[in-house]
C-alpha cells in the first residue's frame, strides 16, 4: 500500500500510526506544514524503511512562517522530498495572497537551486496559479499536486506540464473527483490519504485507509485489485527513481 500524501506528525497519537504503517508495509510520504516541524516528524519514522519526510511550507501558514524560508534553505539539501508546498485560493485566504506567491516561489527556486525534488503540491482553489509557478519553475523537480480539484482543462494543463497526482478516498467519494481521476494518465497516478485532515464516512483517514482507494481506481479503471497494485508500485517505483535522480 501507498500513502503518498499523510500528516503523520498532526494526529493525536502519532507513534501508533507509524506503528501501523510499519506493520502493514505501507509506504508513507510524511509531509509537514513549517520547516520547523521537519526535524521531529523525521525522527518520528527513524528505523521505518518505508516513510520518507518531506520538507514543507503549507499556504495556509505560508504569512505566518515567511521567516522559517531561511530555515527551508537550510534543510532542503538534506531531503529529496519537498511538500506540502502551494497555494490555496480560498476566500479566507485571499488577503495573504502575496505571502503565499512569495514564500511558494522561493521554495521552487530551492528546489531548483539543490537539482529538483519530488514535490507534493497544494492547489486548492489555485490550480492554474499553481501550474503558472510550476511553468515558470521547471527545473523546480517533478510535481505530484495532490487531491487536484481543478477543471479538466487545467488538469490537462498539468499533464502537458508533467505533473503527477496523488488520489484518495474523500476525493474519489465525489462524482467529480472521480471524473478528474478518469482524466488522469494512469501511470502517473499514486494514493494518498491526506490523514488526519481527511475524512470519509466520518472518521479521519489513515494511511492504511489507502486500501479504500486502490477499490475505487480499481472501479475506474475497470481492472482487479492485483494490476491496479502492480499499476502503483510501479509508478512509485518510478517515483523513488527520480528522488534519487535529483542531487
Ligand atoms: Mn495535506
Known amino acids: 500500500m501507498i500513502d503518498f500524501h499523510a500528516h503523520l506528525d498532526l494526529y493525536p497519537n502519532p507513534f501508533e500510526v507509524v506503528r501501523d504503517c510499519i506493520l502493514r508495509n505501507i509506504y508513507v510520504l510524511s509531509v509537514t506544514t513549517t520547516p520547523s516541524a521537519f526535524a521531529g516528524t ?4 527513524d528505523g521505518a524503511t518505508r516513510i520518507r519526510t518531506a520538507l514543507g511550507l503549507h499556504p495556509e501558514v505560508a504569512h505566518l512562517r515567511r521567516k522559517e524560508l531561511a530555515l527551508f534553505d537550510d534543510l532542503v539539501p538534506h531531503t529529496r ?3 506540502e508546498i502551494g497555494l490555496d485560493g480560498s476566500p479566507h485566504l485571499r488577503q ?5 506567491q512569495t514564500v511558494f516561489r522561493h521554495v521552487l527556486r530551492a528546489c531548483a537551486r539543490n537539482g529538483g525534488r519530488v514535490m507534493s503540491l497544494h492547489s486548492r482553489r489555485a490550480a492554474k496559479p499553481v501550474l503558472d509557478a510550476l511553468a515558470e519553475n521547471r527545473d523546480s523537480g517533478c510535481a505530484i499536486l495532490h487531491w487536484f480539484s481543478g477543471t479538466v482543462r487545467e488538469l490537462r494543463c498539468a499533464i502537458d506540464l508533467g505533473c503527477w497526482f496523488s488520489v484518495g478516498p474523500s476525493m474519489l467519494s465525489s462524482e467529480r473527483g472521480r471524473e478528474l481521476a478518469r482524466h488522469m494518465p494512469r501511470e502517473r497516478v499514486l494514493t494518498e490519504s491526506d490523514g488526519p485532515f481527511a475524512n470519509h464516512q466520518g472518521h479521519a483517514l489513515w494511511p492504511r485507509d489507502v486500501v479504500t482507494a486502490v477499490k475505487q481506481l480499481a472501479e475506474l479503471w475497470g481492472q482487479d485489485l492485483k494490476e491496479v497494485e502492480g499499476q502503483l508500485a510501479s509508478n512509485l517505483n518510478e517515483i523513488g527513481r527520480r528522488a534519487n535522480t535529483a542531487s
Open 96 to 100: 495573504h495572497w502575496v505571502d503565499q
Open 42 to 45: 523525521l525522527q518520528l519514522a
Open 81 to 83: 522530498y519537498v511538500g
